[in-house]
Structure formats: C-alpha cells, structure tokens
C-alpha cells in the first residue's frame, strides 16, 4: 500500500479513538462492511462516515501491533492486547478474523479509578476487600463491569493494607501504581504464557492478594482455591450468570474426587460471590450497575459442604441480615427509585412476577 494512503488511515485509527472518548464510549468496533461503531450507554451508533473496506481495517489493525504481537496474532488468528493513547488512555484491544480480514474492538479503560458510590457497588465489597485470605468470585456475562470491580477492590486494598498484590490479566486494562502496597501485574502472552502457569509460579513469588483476570480452567481454579485455602486473598472473575450458577460451573468441572475435594475446598475458603450486571439507565444516558451478593455464612458452608447448591438461593433470601442480596431484589430496588425501567428490570428477573404492578 502506498506509505501516503497507510499514513492516512493511521490518522483515522487516531482520530476514531479521540472521538470515541468525546463521546464517551465505552467501546470502538471496526468491523469490515459498515462505518466504524460507537458503544455509548450500551447501545452500538454508527459514525456518520464511509464503510470501513477490508484494506482499511487491515492498516488500522496493523497499526497497533508491534513485530511480536503481528507474529502472535499469524499464529493465533487471534489476539488481546493493551495499548496507551495519548487523549484516550489505556485501551484494551481485541483482534479476531472474519472472512479473511482482522477486525478490532477497543475497549477504553478510563483513567481513574471510580469510587464505590460511582460504581453503584455495595457496601458489602469493601468488607469482602479487606479479607486477609480466601476466594472472592466476581461473575457476569461479558461487559458487565467484572474487571471494573476487581480493579476497584485493588485500588481499596492497594491504599489501606502493607502487602503484595499480583494480578495475572488477559490483558491488563488498569495501571494501579504502588501506594501501601505493592503491586505487581503480569500479561498473558506479554509476561506469562497462560493464567495457569502464572498462577503456579505466583505462589513462589510472596503474595498477599492474588487476582485473577479470568478462570478458565480445571487447573486454573485448582490452583487458585489451594491458593485461598493456604493464607492468601483471591480475587477472580469467572463467567457466569449468578452466585448459585458460578459454583455450580466450578463444581462441574470435575469430577469423582477430584469434586468431592473441590467441594471441600470452597465450603472452606470461599468467602463471597457477588454476580453483576450493567442495565439501561430509564433515562438512556448511562447504564446501572445490577448485582446479586452471596456473603458466606455457616448456613451457606454447609450447603456447599454437602453439595446442594440449589438451596444457596433459599439461604440468600434469608440472608439479609449477613448482607446477601438476590438478583430480583437489587433489580426490585433499582426499579423502584425509577433508576431502571420496568421492561429492563423483568428482563433479568428471575421471578418477572414480581414486576407487576398492582399485584396483577
């Protein structure tokens, strides 16, 4: 391609990330076909703007990646990495193939750590952040805002407690800068090989707290549930639609001993979950942050002790004392001081009845 027409779309990959933080997107999606896309408030807004054409898409790729990163991505066909613009901040990038061609997705990771009010998390999460061991799960589709948490109780621990936190991330979306604590975070594919031989070789490395990006696997979770049993706090992030359905996936995974002894291990060192999701503010100018909490009790041990973990939705309803929360409730709440519209809060409700007005 002639240096003059590459440099040209550089300047756009340039200009689409300045525009897309004026606007305050979430996210940027090139994609091959279609004008590039803005996600503001949850909802995707084209650019007024000619369709992105495969050779362009190319190019913008392209100009992201460094020498290393361009051979991983022939490798893999696929790749996630962070990168830092000078007006838009750090930035996490996904590229994947369709038809032949790399498109991206960015993902704007903001500059500052929002408070807990901000964020519309519970008062709960700090309690659950000042944890000195055990496993903390934090669950939900993708963009609900799991890394979003996780980053936030970092940030509480990494300004109240002496320690050494490792976070292993894919990729890393958030600089946290040492305050009382010292704060070490790896990257898959750039420091380590993969979540589970970071995680092995963490335990040798003196850690307090130990986050998680994301458990992907039987290894992965083994490890990290040894890892709460033996004095250190866990933070991870696991896809999964509930508290009950997060340990029914982990539980699942294995099987004979290896899930008695699994069981054991989370009746044990489990010490919350809390499953979140961002809904459509009834105004449409932001999105609501909507989360069921499961604080650990000696009910709900020995319900996971005993493998019956349908019953935690029974202990939670009863749990609000020890600060449980049910999904329904949360949306309940949201729905009655008009945050969220009826239509949004009947669309995650486990029981939409609830919703009706007048009882109907």
């Not at 459509?280 to 100018?285: G, K, Q, V």
């Not at 029981?351 to 109907?360: H, L």
Request: glycine residues 6%.
């Amino acid at each position: 391609m002639n240096p003059h027409i590459a440099d040209a779309i550089h300047s756009r990959m340039d200009r689409l990330l300045i525009e897309a933080v004026s606007m305050g997107a979430s996210d940027l999606h090139v994609i091959v076909g279609v004008p590039p896309a803005f996600r503001v408030t949850g909802e995707i807004l084209l650019a007024d703007e000619d369709a992105v054409s495969p050779e362009d898409c190319e190019v913008m790729a392209q100009s992201l990646l460094t020498d290393l990163q361009r051979q991983k991505l022939d490798q893999l066909w696929e790749l996630c990495i962070s990168i830092r613009h000078s007006v838009a901040g750090r930035i996490r990038v996904t590229f994947y193939r369709r038809n032949g061609v790399t498109e991206l997705s960015c993902r704007f990771c903001g500059k500052l750590f929002p408070t807990r009010e901000e964020l519309g998390l519970p008062a709960r999460i700090d309690e659950l952040a000042r944890k000195t061991n055990g496993l903390i799960l934090i669950t939900g589709p993708t963009g609900a805002g799991k890394t979003t948490t996780m980053n936030y109780m970092v940030d509480l621990i990494n300004g109240e407690r002496r320690c050494k936190i490792l976070t292993i991330e894919d990729p890393i979306e958030r600089v946290h800068e040492n305050r009382r604590a010292i704060v070490v975070q790896q990257e898959v594919l750039t420091d380590v090989r993969s979540f589970n031989h970071a995680l092995i070789h963490a335990l040798r490395q003196d850690p307090d707290v130990i986050c998680i990006g994301e458990m992907r696997d039987h290894e992965t979770i083994q490890t990290a549930l040894t890892a709460a049993e033996t004095g250190h706090l866990v933070l991870a992030t696991l896809h999964a639609p509930s508290a009950m359905h997060a340990l029914e996936r982990i539980v699942g995974i294995f099987e004979g001993s290896a899930q008695k002894q699994v069981v054991l291990q989370l009746a044990n060192s489990l010490q919350g979950v809390i499953a979140q999701d961002l809904m459509p503010a009834i105004d449409r100018t932001r999105r609501v942050l909507a989360y069921e909490l499961l604080m650990m009790t000696a009910a709900a041990r020995s319900v996971i002790r005993e493998n019956q973990l349908h019953q935690l939705y029974t202990i939670m309803q009863l749990g609000g004392r020890d600060g449980s929360v049910l999904m329904d409730n949360c949306l309940y709440d949201l729905y009655s001081k008009c945050l969220i519209s009826y239509d949004a809060a009947i669309s995650r409700a486990r029981d939409p009845d609830r919703f009706k007005p007048n009882g109907e």
